[in-house]
């Protein structure tokens, strides 16, 4: 949820109207947005993956038929809808191809199902994709020509914006930023996905809390260790609790998160040279408001200024996302209008 969040009223929108959906393994949020890309309604529930993919598929039809409802509006008033879902997709078919975390949904029509729910048409795409757009449209983004937005939560998330052009690839694999190889020696973290030495492996929300968790079995001291040894749970926002208050172990593993991070984006810079590099997500460790935060992120920039190209290093804007968990239904209600607009 963003907690800034400001809502258009409907008699100050500019149509047409879309509707985004992303859906996560968590939650499914939807937004309605106008023309401009002002929210004018947002709904959130739960995925409940386990009911089934179908399931969900409806409930996400009827939350496009809620938003239009709650504003006044007939859903006939909505000119396209988009879906964000995480992936590996087939875009060109519409499908989930193997869906990670939502256990029995691979291979599943989720684009024209959606579609039949809502009765309109549907524009699919990667989560993290959607979500760039969103920043690019609308978000922190807005006033650069390209974007690149890193998701930082229990994996990390890529996506690619050029020229108002989301980077999709010739397969549907396009923008996954978080799978480029950081690490090619033959003891390098295992990423999720089963491959070795992935940004993800260094930089995720899953990674940091590993190598927390390896640190503290080693027999390291402090008061991050204390906190676990109370009881409580080892998660990225204990470690930022602890980075926080001066804790040597959990500032470690913050700085070497973004130690990594900072070499994919260097990779980023030189393959792409965007205009910003924008990092989003869950773990930002409080962003541009907490001492962490801008820590943080003056790590980051520390890492490019070693590695990357003078010029690169110079004029490239490194900073945090600013839609927050809105970001994804917002951007997914882009792409469906930009795809109106290229039809």
Excluded at 299 to 304: A, L
Excluded at 307 to 313: E, G, N, S, W
Aim: hydrophobic share 40%; aromatic share 4%; charged share 20%.
């Amino acid at each position: 949820m963003n907690p800034s969040r400001t809502l258009t009223p409907i008699a100050e929108a500019v149509r047409p109207f879309f509707a985004g959906v992303d859906l996560g393994g968590t939650n499914i949020k939807s937004a309605l947005v106008d023309d401009r890309g002002q929210l004018l309604k947002y709904h959130t529930e739960k995925t409940h993956a386990d009911r089934g993919p179908e399931d969900a598929a409806a409930r996400m039809g009827e939350a496009v038929h809620r938003l239009a409802r709650q504003v006044g509006l007939a859903t006939t008033d909505i000119a396209a809808v988009g879906v964000g879902s995480p992936g590996p997709l087939d875009l060109t078919a519409g499908t989930i191809v193997r869906a990670g975390n939502l256990v029995g949904w691979d291979d599943f029509p989720l684009r024209d199902r959606v579609a039949a729910h809502c009765g309109l048409p549907v524009t699919f795409a990667n989560d993290a994709n959607a979500a760039a757009y969103g920043e690019f449209w609308v978000g922190s983004g807005r006033d650069f020509d390209s974007l690149v937005l890193l998701t930082l939560g229990t994996g990390v998330g890529g996506g690619i914006i050029i020229g108002d052009t989301n980077v999709e690839g010739a397969h549907s694999h396009g923008s996954e930023c978080g799978h480029m190889i950081v690490d090619p020696s033959p003891s390098a973290r295992l990423c999720p996905c089963g491959q070795r030495g992935h940004l993800e492996a260094y930089s995720s929300a899953k990674s940091l809390v590993a190598r927390a968790t390896e640190a503290v079995a080693a027999g390291a001291t402090g008061s991050l260790t204390k906190a676990v040894s109370s009881g409580e749970s080892l998660t990225p926002i204990l470690i930022g609790r602890e980075a926080e208050a001066g804790d040597p172990l959990a500032t470690e593993l913050v700085m070497e998160t973004a130690r990594w991070l900072g070499i994919g984006v260097v990779t980023l810079l030189h393959v792409i040279d965007p205009a910003a590099v924008m990092i989003g997500g869950a773990m930002t460790f409080g962003g541009n408001t907490a001492p962490v935060g801008r820590a943080f992120l003056a790590r980051i920039h520390d890492e490019v200024r070693q590695r990357a190209f003078p010029t690169l290093a110079a004029k490239t804007v490194i900073g945090y996302a600013s839609l927050g968990g809105d970001a994804g239904s917002i951007g997914a209600a882009g792409l469906a209008r930009l795809a109106r607009q290229h039809r």
